[in-house]
């Protein structure tokens, strides 16, 4: 393909409509889910209420100084983020909306964006490669709008929602690998970077798109030795810069503990979820008779699309009789590795599937979730499906797309909201008084451990947030070795000696909220009134704030 086609863009109109269709499509798929007030209209009320806290940690960070993993959670652990999920580009990408909206409004306006700014990405994607408008919206559409990212986006996982980088990066690179152009390479390099900063699962499936990418052109484009050597010296250059800028945040992640076997069977992907439709849509529940189901957003949630589906193996044939458009299989080898790796696991013993290789390496081995690869089928899909479009004479382009496009809708527009709210959140009033009493470390009772309410401490760090005051309770995929040693004295009490363990860890004052577990509250209140080691400091509603008091020196 020569130069001029390769920089050949969109037109300013082109590119206006496809993002007015994706914001209609968006507010229709939104508008079950999306109240910018508040935080329970979302099954997974933990995550929502732990991603809204994030997003407003990283937009306050760097007026604090602190380094962005130390935020206040799990105190006083260092790097306390490291055990959950940081959102780095994320939650700066959002800052201005933070600091004039809020994080929970904030929060509901990602939940409306994201899938528009995946769309669009896509279809300058397909663009690249298609040169046509009707062919690169209906990629956009694909990926924007399929079950999978709906659920994902509208259900509240944001850092799971953006794929930008997963197709942008693709684009650069290509331009780069053809034309030499070092220019493209640095863009390529700054928007994987970006995008490997959204969360931990992003930073290891960009690394994988790029190593798919560059090993397919590297072996079906070689080009000539002297064309080859600049390009293998230009990306060992670039793959040393990023390295070296995201070692820092990348080094507490590599030394996460390997999840348990059994648990990441549970989180991958069986491969019927690809093909089954979803209950909560128009063709799933047509097809279940009406059933209703518990939560909408279950593993069926990585369902394909009939018409998707066969309109991307159709895609994939054009792509190999067509040979300047053989190009675009790397798409297809990405999309074979992430569905074998979203498969998981092989059984105990076993040991064979490509994800038990996988994981044996560095970091990696802490991703706890094999079904996240499936984000890659779907990039894959969305290419190919543009392909299918692309194929068809250019006057029936436009026309196919929309007779199908109710289908695509019937496949993948949830239709259905069958869970129970969380409890609306109440900010005790006793985390103002708690900021006046400038804490070392604040610690909130009842803590859960990992009962299957933990969850709830995402709360506690949203009533901290509005001083930032640190806390040892948290929200992650594991919990540290001082919540566990808190949390078993804090049980203990008063056998335990509760004052010497939180002097210990530097907790100075403890909040104690009856109204989600009353009993162990109270034998909390009781076990505390005895202690010379609190200090009953206010009272609001039934929930008690305490002061650690400094201990006694021995008498001589």
């Known amino acids: ?111 409306m964006l994201l899938p528009v700014l995946n769309a669009l990405a896509m279809a300058l994607l397909a663009w690249h490669y298609l040169r046509s408008g009707w062919a690169a919206w209906t990629a956009g559409l694909v990926l924007g709008f399929s079950y999978s990212q709906v659920a994902t986006v509208y259900l509240g996982l944001l850092h799971l929602g953006v794929l930008g980088g997963f197709v942008l990066t693709p684009l650069w690179l290509d331009r780069f690998w053809h034309d030499g152009d070092r220019r493209d390479l640095a863009r390529a390099v700054g928007i994987a970077l970006v995008q490997a900063l959204v969360s931990w699962y992003a930073a290891v499936l960009v690394v994988l798109v790029v190593l798919v990418q560059l090993g397919w052109l590297a072996v079906t484009a070689p080009g000539s030795a002297s064309r080859m050597r600049q390009r293998a010296a230009s990306l060992a250059v670039a793959g040393l810069v990023a390295g070296a800028l995201l070692w820092p945040l990348a080094r507490p992640f590599l030394g996460l503990p390997k999840p348990p076997r059994e648990e990441l069977r549970t989180y991958a992907v069986q491969p019927h979820f690809y093909v089954t439709p979803p209950h909560d849509t128009l063709a799933g529940n047509a097809m279940h008779g009406g059933a209703k189901i518990a939560v909408p957003w279950d593993w069926r949630s990585y369902f394909l699309g009939v018409v998707t589906g066969a309109a991307a ?48 390496l560095p970091g990696i081995g802490s991703f706890r979730a094999p079904s996240r690869m499936a984000v890659l089928v779907t990039v894959a899909l969305a290419l190919f499906v543009g392909v299918a479009v692309a194929a068809l004479p250019r006057r029936w382009r436009g026309l196919t797309v929309v007779a199908l496009l109710p289908v695509f809708l019937a496949e993948n527009l949830m239709t ?13 009033p006793l985390f103002a008084r708690l900021a006046e009493e400038a804490p070392t470390a604040a610690l909130v009772v009842p803590m859960f451990g990992n009962a299957p309410a933990w969850p709830t401490e995402a709360d506690y760090l949203l009533f901290a947030s509005r001083a930032w005051t640190p806390l040892v309770n948290g929200y992650g995929r594991r919990t540290t070795a001082i919540y566990q040693a808190i949390f078993d004295t804090v049980e203990r009490a008063p056998q335990a000696p509760l004052g010497d363990v939180l002097r210990f860890y530097g907790v100075s004052h403890i909040v104690v909220l009856p109204r989600y577990e009353p009993a162990r509250a109270a034998a909390f209140i009781a076990a505390a009134a005895a202690s010379p080691d609190l200090e009953r400091v206010a009272e609001s509603d039934g929930d008690v704030l305490y002061r650690v008091r400094a201990a006694v020196p021995p008498a001589r």
């Open 1 to 111: 393909m020569e130069r001029v086609a390769q920089r050949a863009r969109p037109g300013w109109r082109a590119v206006s409509a496809w993002l007015a269709a994706y914001t209609l499509l968006s507010l229709l798929f939104s508008a079950p889910f999306v109240r910018p007030t508040t935080l329970d209209l979302t099954p997974d009320w933990g995550d929502a209420r732990l991603i809204t806290w994030t997003l407003a940690w990283h937009a306050h960070w760097p007026l604090t100084g602190e380094w962005p993993l130390d935020a206040p959670m799990f105190a006083p652990e260092p790097r306390g983020l490291a055990n959950s999920e940081p959102m780095i580009a994320l939650g700066l990408g959002a800052a201005p909306l933070t600091a004039l909206a809020g994080p929970v409004a904030t929060y509901h306006l990602l939940r």
């Open 313 to 360: 193996v159709a895609g994939v044939v054009v792509c190999l009789v067509v040979p300047e458009l053989r190009r675009l299989l790397w798409a297809l080898v990405l999309g074979g590795v992430a569905f074998a790796l979203s498969l998981g696991p092989s059984e105990a013993g076993a040991g064979w599937r490509p994800f038990d290789l996988v994981s044996a």
């Open 416 to 428: 259905s909201l069958n869970y129970t709210p969380a409890a609306p959140l109440r900010v005790s």
